[in-house]
């Protein structure tokens, strides 16, 4: 499948997406909101970084707990069950008088019931789209994800300026509504894609068996860290630059949506395997020049040429599908989801306790310098699990066929 016209032709990929951007502008606005009244109460760059980014440490537990529920509960209910969820716990969040710790709470349990979220939706395209529409139907999924993020944090900067964050919340409460009625509506009722009873010992093994093969914990610490690092750069634009952190966010979000343009639909396939790392360490170069301090104009332009970088993940997502079953598919994204959302919660946590002690151009700097040094570490382990491979004739000495399957 090569053209947009067959892949919106396909049945319930529409509605799959429209639930998707409804859900995506009420994260966009309520996180950005949560993060302004955050930093206007506490005025700290660590705990506004954490209430914007801080949900995903909760996904650490939901990979060890939660995460088999990703194929063996239906898709379609569950997906409106945590739209439901998420109303909810952002309504509460707005209430007035509200602890911050109380806050943090909130949004902890909300980061924890997202766990589920990337494995159950990922699980879910790779049902609606046939085998070769994946890459072109997750990168329309992540430009979506771009273009939502440019509205979002655009519509959010101008709303803060003239309504209060916590209106803000409620109108994001009424979005993750609204994503659950469209799901509800748009979706037809799917049975899990495993038997058995979601469990802990279930999660335990599984997570065991994708991590088993040396090839997939290299795509997955590839999708995790380096992304991870320069998402901790990223958790610091409200404290860097407090009056323009929505017009950062969202030329960050131009940046990616080129990026997972271009990697989608123009590159030829053939090719796409070899840029991961070239992708990659874009992601994480520009922001050395956070260390100069510049203005607005130019840490705009900075964000979006960095974010270009983002679509190294359709490349290793790819990589991913092809060395895992179909019948794990969705626990394999959960996983991917789970350890990346995890790994950029910590990376916020990182980048605003060195901003705490230092600034937040600082913090940054040492952030993508981090991210840079992984990748080639990850680049030169993944040439010699190469080397591995051909010598033992395809396998990767675990019984696994790290190459695409037909």
């Known amino acids: ?63 060890t707990f939660l995460l088999s529920g990703s194929d063996r509960l239906p898709p379609r209910s ?87 964050p916590r209106t803000c919340l409620l109108l994001a409460a009424g979005l993750y509504a609204v994503s659950a009625l469209v799901t509800r509506l748009g979706l037809t009722a799917r049975p899990p894609r495993s038997s058995g009873r979601p469990s802990v010992s279930a999660t335990w093994r599984t997570n065991a068996l994708l991590w088993s093969s040396r090839p997939r914990r290299l795509t997955y610490l590839g999708l995790w860290v380096p992304n991870g690092l320069v998402v901790g ?78 679509a190294a993940s359709l490349v290793l997502q790819e990589r991913l599908m092809s060395l895992t079953p179909d019948e794990l598919a969705g626990h394999a994204l959960g996983l991917h989801s789970a350890g990346m959302l995890t790994m950029q919660g910590v990376a916020a946590t990182v980048a605003g306790s060195v901003a705490q002690l230092t600034s937040p151009a600082t913090a940054m700097t040492v952030m993508a310098a981090g991210s840079l040094a992984v990748t080639l570490v990850l680049g030169i382990e993944r040439r010699r699990a190469e080397r591995a491979v051909d010598e033992t004739g395809g396998l990767d000495g675990e019984g696994y066929f790290p190459l695409p399957r037909a």
Request: hydrophobic share 50%; net charge positive.
């Open 78 to 164: 569950t997906i409106s069950g945590m739209g439901l969820a998420f109303a909810a716990g952002t309504a509460v969040t707005a209430l007035p008088g509200l602890p911050v710790g109380a806050v943090f709470g909130l949004v902890f349990l909300q980061g924890l019931i997202a766990s589920l979220g990337g494995g159950v939706r990922g699980g879910l395209l790779n049902e609606i789209l046939p085998k070769d529409g994946y890459v072109l139907g997750r990168s329309v999924f992540n430009m979506l994800w771009g273009l939502i993020q440019i509205s979002g944090f655009a519509t959010g900067g101008v709303l803060l300026t003239v309504l209060s």
């Open 1 to 63: 499948m090569r053209s947009y016209r067959q892949l919106f032709r396909t049945p319930e990929y529409t509605p799959f997406l429209l639930s998707f951007a409804a859900h995506g502008a009420a994260q966009t606005i309520s996180g950005l909101a949560l993060a302004t009244l955050v930093y206007r109460a506490t005025d700290s760059p660590l705990l506004s970084a954490l209430s914007l980014f801080g949900p995903q440490l909760a996904q650490v537990l939901g990979a």
């Open 233 to 310: 750069c990223d958790s610091l634009f409200v404290s860097y630059d407090p009056r323009h952190a929505g017009a950062l966010f969202a030329c960050g979000a131009v940046g990616m949506f080129a990026g997972d343009l271009t990697v989608g639909r123009l590159v030829p396939p053939a090719l796409r395997p070899r840029l991961d790392i070239p992708l990659r360490l874009l992601l994480a170069a520009p922001y050395l020049f956070f260390f100069l301090r510049p203005g607005t104009a130019l840490a705009a332009l900075a964000s979006a040429v960095a974010s270009v970088g983002f």
